[in-house]
């Protein structure tokens, strides 16, 4: 990022790119009709009865990847500096971010071996 | 005047996505088509071509439905924020040498972090939805997009490490031919990784139209849905144009406008494996999925980015 100019661009592109679905909804409502009768509000599984409500608890198999992801992310995310610093620090640096993967890959296996990445 | 460059600038990006959406779903239809030994669309001008002229119109006439039990504010707001990081994430995209929307320092990091909101929006969408096959498609979507994170960045991290930089334009003015073929091995896992993002086929088991109709999306109708089908043809662009730029340099080996020309051959050219590869193979189970991303392709990129590491500084 080189100054305040290229926020404002980054600004305007943010704000045009939320923009341009409301916008695209507002021609919808313009052009589309609107007779909303009991059947086409329901919810749509296909013709059937919901059977029970949706918001449940689920199974704990998506909090496990939730809690590896959070783990990976951030040693991905320190991996970063590490890689853009590197033609500074030279043949140590890399024994140590060596060592570093390999304690990452060590943390990956342990989670394979306790069943961490078995559906369940 | 800045803002107001900004703007035109936004207002390029989004054209851009939206007219490549509508020309990439006409290329895949073609694409699919050609795969199953059919023609594909061919009524509406020459080859079919303007036949998503006539379905624009058609969305827009479509009824926009907000379901009785759904939690309508959220349901109303989630579109919103599906599309606008993919269209934000554009922004740091180096089209030519010394030519990007915004130059960022930390460009790289940008465009991986950014589409990354869409998980929040389709979790959202899927909740307030109140429908079982649509929380189904956005547990299972938000596992696959934030798993396949991981290897996705590890895999751009070499080229990162080869370049020095986190800056797109730096990277794509370091670039050597050479790194394609050290890096190929990054980039298969990048593309497989991306397709698993964009929640497209093979991977599109949180949208399975066969179990779970259209999962996250499936109570969305009209316009509404439309955004979440741009969001998935505008990030399949986006991926495709930043995997173009970080693995195979972009326009190299010409530049100037040439360079650009050769950048959307590049470009295109990785959206068409992208549609061939979801017009080919089947749709895994999700167990298989999730551990194909971290059994088989988050310890690939390592050995990667280790690679990379072993032979930079003999280099």
Redesign the interface.
């Known amino acids: 990022m080189q100054g305040a100019a290229d926020h404002i661009v980054l600004a305007a592109f943010v704000i045009i790119g939320i923009l341009f679905v409301p916008l695209t909804l507002t021609a919808s409502r313009l052009l589309a009709p609107s007779k909303p009768d009991e059947r086409k509000l329901d919810t749509y599984e296909c013709g059937s009865e919901p059977i029970g409500p949706p918001w449940v608890q689920f199974r704990i198999g998506y909090y496990v990847y939730a809690l590896l992801f959070v783990v990976f992310d951030i040693e991905t995310v320190f991996l970063y500096p590490w890689a853009v610093a590197f033609d500074h620090l030279g043949l140590f640096i890399l024994v140590e971010m060596v060592i570093f993967i390999a304690i990452l890959a060590a943390g990956l296996a342990y989670a394979w071996k306790e069943g961490a990445l078995r559906w369940r | 005047m800045?803002?107001l460059?900004?703007?035109l600038?936004?207002?390029a990006?989004?054209a851009t996505i939206?007219g490549g959406a509508i020309l990439g779903v006409w290329w895949e239809r073609k694409v699919s088509a050609r795969i199953q030994m059919r023609y594909g669309p061919q009524q509406i001008g020459p080859y079919g071509s303007l036949q998503m002229i006539a379905d624009v119109p058609k969305?827009?006439?479509?009824?926009?439905?907000?379901?009785?039990?759904?939690d309508k504010a959220v349901f109303k707001l989630a579109?919103?924020?599906v599309?606008?990081?993919?269209?934000?994430s554009?922004?740091v995209i180096p089209f030519a040498a010394g030519w990007a929307?915004?130059?960022?320092?930390?460009g790289i990091?940008f465009f991986l972090a950014v589409p990354s909101i869409e998980v929040i929006a389709i979790l959202l969408s899927a909740?307030a939805?109140?429908?079982?096959?649509?929380?189904i498609g956005g547990?299972r979507a938000?596992?696959q997009m934030?798993?396949y994170?991981?290897p996705r960045?590890?895999a751009v991290?070499s080229v990162?490490?080869l370049a020095?930089?986190?800056r797109p334009l730096d990277v794509l003015s370091a670039w050597q031919w050479w790194w394609a073929p050290l890096t190929f091995v990054g980039f298969v896992i990048y593309f497989i990784a991306s397709i698993a993002e964009m929640n497209r086929g093979p991977f599109d088991i949180p949208e399975a139209d066969s179990e779970l109709?259209a999962g996250y999306f499936?109570?969305y109708s009209?316009?509404?849905w439309?955004?979440f089908m741009m969001a998935e043809y505008g990030s399949m662009i986006a991926a495709s144009l930043f995997g173009a730029v970080v693995f195979f340099g972009g326009g190299w080996p010409l530049s100037g406008a040439a360079g650009v020309v050769l950048l959307v051959i590049k470009t295109v050219l990785i959206m068409t494996a992208v549609m061939w590869v979801k017009w080919t193979f089947p749709r895994p189970r999700?167990?298989q999925l999730?551990?194909f991303c971290?059994?088989v392709l988050?310890?690939l990129a390592?050995l990667q980015?280790?690679i990379v590491?072993?032979v930079?500084?003999w280099l």
């Not at chain 2, 599309?83 to 934000?88: E, K, L, M, Q």
């Open positions: 800045t803002l460059w900004g703007f600038w936004g207002v990006s989004v939206a969305l827009l006439f479509k009824e926009d439905i907000v379901p009785d039990l759904a579109p919103l924020f599309f606008g990081p993919v269209a934000t554009m922004v929307p915004v130059d960022m320092s930390v990091l909740w939805s109140h429908n079982t096959l649509s929380t547990l938000t596992a934030i798993s994170e991981i960045s590890l991290l990162v490490l020095g930089s986190l109709v499936a109570d009209g316009m509404r439309a955004s999700q167990d999730m551990s971290w059994k988050t310890p390592l980015l280790v590491g072993a930079l500084p």
